[in-house]
């Protein structure tokens, strides 16, 4: 071999030596699809953290329930199959039972207040106690205030969900509310609802107006009614297996891009919740909006009874105190 040729391999050698380690790719996952507040939140994490770690570190969004619904992806993080979602915390209370506080009916009073309550000390203590379900709680991004869409009536009072078929998240305070409004709820992951709606198998389901509107539900919904009768936080979370295989420079990298992200998502839902409900106008829906959010309230006090003694009384109150 000529001389030229074995040192311009030696050089090579040396280079590819020199090089970092491969990048690490973290999948993110999400239910709803690509343009939605979610995939806002995902775009500017991949964003920020490949600009941060100068491209090391590189995301591949899975939108659209590409890795599952949001419970299974979160099963998939606890044991190192997936590396990131931003999940509602409908489900997450199954893994962290304090969580289930944040889901409870009529408790959050506006977006101000989801916010501070969140982005304090409560929200923070929350995030951390993830870790014992080997879950990162990185941040609080942002599904929005949950609304109910039906096929079959304009749902004006508590009674008008008598008998309806209503898909609930997996989460039992969720369908305790719903039960005690007289509905018939049935819980099922996100990626079935769709479905489940069009084939008639379930009347109704409820979602904040952002879901509403990206998924077009006018298509297979023709009534709304705007009870706001949980707020919905979203988390954004790391499979603990691979935030240990970060080292400290790049878990602050992405702890900051996470934040990015959770704004990201809290921009988008207040830009859609201004424009949500004249486009289900536009598209057909009969929208209630003069809500007696006073008389639903009333309607689910059952489930504070049996369920708040359940999971951190105290925490709930406390939540009640800082929106004071
Ligand atoms: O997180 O399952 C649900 O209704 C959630 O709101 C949705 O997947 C977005």
Redesign the pocket.
């Known amino acids: 071999m000529n001389k030229f040729l074995s040192s311009s391999l030696i050089v090579a050698g040396l280079l590819l030596a020199s090089a970092p380690v491969s990048a690490k790719t973290l999948n993110l996952g ?3 699809p690509l343009d939605s507040h ?1 995939g806002d939140a995902g775009k500017a994490f991949k964003a920020k953290i490949e600009e941060l770690s100068g491209g090391d570190i590189t995301v591949s969004l899975k939108p659209a ?1 590409a890795l599952g ?2 419970r299974s992806v979160v099963e998939g993080l606890q044991i190192g199959a997936i590396e990131m979602t ?3 915390t ?2 997450i209370g199954n893994f962290v039972p304090d969580v289930y506080a944040l889901d409870f009916p009529f408790l959050f009073k506006s977006y101000e207040s989801a916010h501070k309550v969140l982005d304090g000390e409560i929200g923070q203590e929350l995030l951390d106690q993830m870790a014992d379900s080997d879950l990162i709680g990185l941040a609080w991004a942002e ?1 929005g205030f ?1 609304h109910i869409t039906n096929s079959k009536h304009p749902i004006v009072k508590p009674s008008d969900l008598e008998g309806i078929k209503l ?3 997996e989460n039992e305070v969720h369908i305790a509310a719903f039960q005690a409004l007289g509905a018939a709820p049935t819980p099922m ?2 990626t079935e ?1 769709l479905t489940a709606l069009q084939q008639g198998t379930i009347d109704g ?4 107006t952002p ?1 509403i509107t990206v998924n077009h539900m006018w298509e297979i919904q023709k009534y709304v009614t705007m009870t706001g009768h949980v707020y ?1 936080p ?1 988390v954004v979370l790391m499979s603990k297996v691979h935030w240990d295989q970060l080292s400290e420079q790049e878990q602050k990298w992405v702890k900051e891009a996470a934040h990015v992200a959770a704004e990201a998502s809290r921009a988008t839902v207040a830009a859609k919740e201004k424009s949500g409900v004249q486009l289900m106008i536009d598209n057909g829906m009969e929208v209630v909006t003069d809500v007696d959010k006073d008389a639903f309230a009333a309607a689910v006090q059952p489930v504070y009874d049996e369920f708040a003694p359940k999971y951190a009384p105290e925490l709930i109150q406390r939540i009640r105190d800082a929106q004071k």
């Open positions: 999400f239910t709803p979610y329930g619904g949001e931003i999940s509602s409908g489900p599904n949950r898909r609930t998240m992951s996100w609802v389901q409820e979602n904040p879901i919905s979203a």
